[in-house]
């Protein structure tokens, strides 16, 4: 089973004046909501996380819905054969999130693991689904926290660009 999941980093707040409403995508992207993140593979107790509390936790769900539709991009879905790769890099340093769909599956690793560690493996309309649902529930935290997120037509956006799925 897989549990996608956050902490906000008290080490790097938000601006005080920031006007949430108005954060372009810049902002909410690389400057705001900085944490850490993680995935976890539950029935294994294992994950793959991060501990340097300035990862922007909005970013990471946006790029980990766009990695999940980039690995779907072979017609033959979950019966492609051919490996499909896609990477989540982090801005303020050179490590990296490594992506690979098989089939139905997709191994995750990152630079960060020992080299005798195995990658993650999901189910990958699991972690579609459990990304989604993370991108929408961060969403929601975020919004509670921050007056006028909630009305920024770029949340909007991305709300509508990856909805929940079944």
């Given at each position: 089973?897989?549990?996608?999941?956050?902490?906000?980093?008290?080490?790097?707040?938000?601006?005080?004046?920031?006007?949430?409403?108005?954060?372009?995508?810049?902002?909410?992207?690389?400057?705001?909501?900085?944490?850490?993140?993680?995935?976890?593979?539950?029935?294994?107790?294992?994950?793959?996380?991060?501990?340097?509390?300035?990862?922007?936790?909005?970013?990471?769900?946006?790029?980990?819905?766009?990695?999940?539709?980039?690995?779907?991009?072979?017609p033959?879905?979950?019966?492609?054969?051919?490996?499909?790769?896609?990477?989540?890099?982090?801005?303020?340093?050179?490590?990296?999130?490594?992506?690979?769909?098989?089939?139905?599956?997709?191994?995750?690793?990152a630079?960060?693991?020992?080299?005798?560690?195995?990658?993650?493996?999901?189910?990958?309309?699991?972690?579609r689904?459990?990304?989604?649902?993370?991108?929408?529930?961060?969403i929601?935290?975020?919004?509670?926290?921050?007056?006028?997120?909630?009305?920024?037509?770029?949340?909007?956006?991305?709300?509508?660009?990856?909805?929940?799925?079944?």
């Amino acid at each position: 089973m897989l549990d996608i999941g956050y902490s906000l980093s008290r080490r790097f707040p938000d601006p005080p004046q920031t006007d949430y409403r108005r954060a372009d995508v810049q902002a909410l992207r690389h400057d705001l909501f900085c944490g850490d993140v993680y995935l976890a593979d539950t029935k294994a107790d294992r994950e793959v996380s991060t501990a340097w509390g300035w990862v922007p936790v909005l970013d990471f769900a946006w790029a980990l819905c766009d990695i999940v539709e980039q690995l779907d991009r072979d017609p033959r879905g979950s019966r492609a054969a051919q490996p499909q790769y896609a990477e989540l890099d982090f801005t303020e340093s050179t490590d990296r999130m490594l992506f690979e769909r098989r089939f139905g599956w997709v191994d995750v690793e990152a630079d960060w693991m020992h080299g005798d560690e195995p990658p993650l493996t999901f189910n990958h309309a699991e972690l579609r689904r459990e990304a989604r649902d993370f991108l929408h529930d961060l969403i929601a935290d975020l919004a509670d926290m921050h007056e006028g997120l909630a009305d920024n037509p770029v949340i909007w956006d991305l709300q509508a660009r990856f909805p929940r799925t079944p």
